[in-house]
């Protein structure tokens, strides 16, 4: 029995001793190369799905990632934390411009010089990186100069500080990757494109593939450098697989648009005084307080200049005090507070997270809008005379039903009530109350005048 037991356990040493290299070869064979597709404006929804993409590379032990771009640029923050997340990979990043038609300009540009291996489509292009002047109010026609040499407006510091930096980076990127860096700087300082075949041409890219299949044969066998250490890659027959982004990314794309974080933040305003104003609604307090958040979320993730921030929210204000305190003044000071904000909102504008004033305009129109009309029914509130109380009763006409002296009794809204007047009055006169004391109306004749507006209550 103890013979039986130790051959069979041999047995299996061997078995496994066996199975090991083929299940080995086999694990590396169904190694897969991941893709995503960044396709629009570079903002915190693309550096969400760059960092969530690398993590399950790395999850899943893929061989690369495929980072597809066309892109018309976007906010240099994302950008440089996607640049920062593609050299700090474990896995090398494969960029690629496509698809056909497509482009990597602006932020993209720098983005497939950060790639471990770049490459592009036939029919795309690149370039154009020169940074988007510092946001805020616009400058007059006619203010500015360009200097022909650098193309960059002369006399202007910030911009020259902005360009500089960005030739820098851009050349840290072309040493980094072995790229022509002259031409870098010539599209960060004079925008300038570059079509696939040019581009390959230039040095600044490593091939042209028509699809991800031949990207993937072409990728094969090339050395890179992946966080400090040389690696061959290994890519021809990987099956691809496309990663496609979470609704979490999907929402974030749309919130962070600039346009629809102040709508948020308008609709989270009104909904909250809307439900302050008229306790018990719930629904306008749970949507207010529900865009609110997502607004402010929003814009912590975008470069917002906060004295901006802080005159639409004082724009907003005014215009909420002009709803119940009509003033005009308020509302219109309101509504140029609110416009000068949203012009100095975002401290730097790109492709995708500019102010559009199609969509603002209108927007702090119907605001004001909305104010004045709320001003209007509140002034006219206060101009009608009281609907309870004893002041409610000023002006009411009266039915004598007897009287003897000064005093009697009058028929006033189908109620029977003590009068007294100053003037001879006889039953079946017609009357009006001029006050009202201890349950006790004092009435005159109608036709002697009127403290307030007619009313037909009386009963004949």
Known sequence: MRLARVALLAAAFVAAAVLFPFSSAGMA????????AID?????????QLKEALKAVAERNAAVLILQLDTPGGLVTSMREMIADILASPVPVIGYVAPA??????????ILYATHVAAMAPGTNLGAATPVE???????????????????????????KVTNDAVALIRSLAELRNRN?????????????????????????DFVARDTTELLQLADGRTVEVAGKKQVLATKGL?????????????????????????????GFYGL??????????????????????????????????????LMLLGVGFLIVEAFNPTVVLGVGGAAAFLLGAAMLLKVEGPGFAISWAI???????????????????????RNPPRIGGEAMRGLPVQILDWEGGEGHVLALGERWRAKADEPIAPGDRAEVTGVSDLVLTVRRRGAGSNGPGNDGARQ
């Not at 629009?40 to 969400?48: E, L, Y």
């Not at 038609?101 to 720098?110: I, K, L």
């Not at 982004?245 to 974080?261: C, M």
């Not at 305009?361 to 009309?373: D, F, K, N, Q």
Request: overall charge negative; charged content about 10%.
């Open 181 to 205: 860096g002259d031409w870098g700087e010539k599209a960060v300082r004079q925008a300038a494109s570059l079509s696939a075949s040019a581009a390959l041409q230039e040095h600044v890219i």
């Open 239 to 267: 099956a691809v697989e496309t990663l496609d982004p979470g609704w979490f990314i999907r929402l974030l794309a749309v919130i962070t648009d600039p346009n629809v974080a102040v709508i948020l933040m308008l609709l």
């Open 360 to 382: 603002i305009g209108p927007a702090a129109a119907l605001t004001l809008g909305l104010a004045l009309l709320g001003g209007s029914y509140v002034w006219a509130a206060r």
């Open 101 to 110: 038609g497509g482009h990597a300009a602006s932020a993209g540009t720098y």
């Open 273 to 310: 005084v809307f439900e302050v104003t008229s306790p018990g609604a719930v629904a306008p307090g749970v949507i207010g307080a529900t865009c609110l958040v997502l607004a402010l979320y929003a814009l912590d993730l975008l470069p917002i200049n906060y004295a901006g921030l802080a």
């Open 29 to 36: 064979a169904e190694r897969v190369a991941l893709s995503i």
């Open 40 to 48: 629009g404006a570079i903002g915190p929804a693309s550096a969400r």
């Open 134 to 160: 510092i946001g805020g109010l616009p400058s007059l026609p006619g203010g500015e100069k360009d200097d022909k040499s650098t193309g960059q407006p002369s006399g202007d510091p910030m911009m020259a």
